[in-house]
């Protein structure tokens, strides 16, 4: 499975952006797919994910009311629509999927990520 990411850039606060997130080689298995992000010297955090099976979606709670995660019909394009942009959300933005029922907010449990891509939101 590999993952491909892309749509980052630099936008003023208050700006959007899509990020978008390609699965190749899917190998006919079923994916949870989260984002997650990671700021200059701090650790690695959860953003949000759309589940394999059904559509509520989850988000972290400073992301809540300003991004919107969705998946393709065929499962294997996910994006990330973040909106209200601030600087805070300035960070590498990673794609991950992740294969079972473990916790959605645990890196450790994805198994499969994309190679990052920065967003930078200047005020």
């Known amino acids: 499975v590999q993952l491909q990411a892309c749509g980052g850039g630099l936008v003023q606060a208050g700006g959007s952006l899509r990020l978008s997130c390609a699965v190749s080689?899917?190998?006919?298995?079923?994916?949870?797919m989260g984002w997650f992000r990671q700021a200059p010297g701090k650790e690695r955090e959860f953003v949000a994910l759309?589940?394999?099976?059904?559509?509520?979606?989850y988000y972290a709670d400073s992301v809540k009311g300003r991004f919107t995660v969705s998946r393709a019909n065929d499962k294997d394009t996910v994006w990330l629509q973040m909106n209200s942009l601030e600087p805070a959300d300035t960070a590498v933005y990673y794609c991950?999927?992740?294969?079972?029922?473990?916790?959605?907010?645990?890196?450790?449990?994805?198994?499969?990520w994309g190679q990052g891509t920065q967003v930078t939101v200047s005020s």
């Open positions: 991950a999927a992740k294969t079972d029922v473990s916790s959605i907010y645990q890196i450790s449990n994805y198994v499969y």
């Open positions: 759309f589940p394999w099976r059904g559509d509520r979606t």
């Open positions: 080689e899917r190998a006919n298995r079923a994916y949870d």
